[in-house]
């Protein structure tokens, strides 16, 4: 995305997500129908304006969208399990491992998040599913272990996260999730690169 303008993004991520060969999974062969959309941190704002936009045409369009924040998500369910005043009042007194000790214990991503997206996915028909948020729940939640962990629940409709930071795939190293552009550890290969997708 570093080379597009705003604009640009917006109308390939409109013209993309909209076309039947998206909506129908087509030229994926047998792989997982998740796209990353990677997108410079510092564009984070126009990003999340862009998403908004995109979410209002796609759906006057008719392509109904589920769309997931995984920061309002993680809030959700510490609320409704009666955790999060506890969580509020934990982080005054311990340090920032502890906490994220924590976090990542009552958000555990198979046990908690994943089951979470199912059930949003099973009360709504949706075409496309949207996650975003994925700056904001850093390091508690990691991107490569919900993609992981949904793989066998978000197969039948495309999933699009956008990713504040660089999808890269080499061949010495794989493909990695780097957020921010500066954490390189997040090995996930099985996504595509929306901005490589030919409509």
């Known amino acids: 995305m570093d080379r597009f303008s705003i604009q640009d993004t917006y109308d390939h991520l409109l013209k993309l997500i909209s076309s039947d060969r998206f909506l129908q999974k087509q030229g994926l062969g047998n792989e997982v129908p998740f796209f990353i959309c990677p997108f410079p941190p510092q564009r984070a704002l ?17 392509i109904r969208i589920l769309d997931i924040n995984l920061y309002d998500l993680a809030i ?3 609320k409704n399990r009666n955790i999060w005043d506890r969580i509020l009042e934990t982080e005054k007194a311990v340090d920032k491992e502890q906490l994220k000790e924590l976090l990542q214990g009552v958000l555990d991503t198979q046990t908690h998040l994943v089951p979470a997206i199912a059930e949003k996915m099973a009360k709504a028909p949706f075409d496309v599913m949207f996650i975003a948020g994925v700056g904001e729940v850093f390091p508690y939640i990691r ?4 993609l992981n962990n949904l793989q066998s629940t978000a197969k039948e409709q495309p999933t699009v996260m956008f990713f504040p930071g660089g999808y890269t795939h080499s061949l010495e190293g794989g493909a990695s999730l780097d957020l921010f552009k500066r954490l390189h550890d997040d090995k996930y290969y099985r996504a595509f690169n929306i901005f490589h997708c030919e409509i």
């Open 143 to 146: 991107s490569h272990n919900v």
């Open 76 to 78: 959700e369910l510490l």
């Open 46 to 62: 126009e990003m999340e304006k862009l998403r908004v936009q995109l979410l209002n045409r796609l759906g006057q369009q008719g």
